[in-house]
């Protein structure tokens, strides 16, 4: 499978944006998905995991309540929508696809990695 997510950018603190991670060569539904980001100088860490079909989800503490994964199985599409952010929010996101069934946070579960896509939040 391969994954290519996009929608980064540069944001003032408060503001919205919306990543996509859009994959192909394996039916979408087989695998859950998850978004990792990376800030500078830091490790890369668990944001938010979806099931295969979209029912159960799981955040980090820190982005509860401004985050919302989803999927769309019809478009091969997932999305991290963000709402509130905070300069802290700053990363490079990458999405991440397993073939298990349950979402897990552990980086060494996935087996599939997007490219990233960079997000800044200006203060």
């Known amino acids: 499978v391969q994954l290519q997510a996009s929608g980064g950018g540069l944001v003032q603190a408060g503001d919205s944006l919306r990543l996509s991670c859009t994959a192909s060569?394996?039916?979408?539904?087989?695998?859950?998905l998850a978004w990792f980001r990376r800030a500078p100088g830091k490790e890369r860490e668990f944001v938010a995991g979806i099931s295969r079909g979209g029912s159960t989800t799981h955040y980090r503490d820190s982005v509860k309540g401004r985050f919302t994964i989803s999927r769309d199985n019809t478009k091969s599409t997932a999305y991290l929508q963000m709402n509130s952010l905070k300069p802290e929010d700053t990363a490079v996101y990458y999405c991440a696809v397993n073939w298990g069934i349950r979402v897990v946070p552990q980086q060494q579960s996935y087996h599939a990695w997007g490219q990233g896509t960079e997000l800044t939040v200006s203060s």
């Open positions: 060569g394996r039916t979408f539904s087989d695998y859950t």
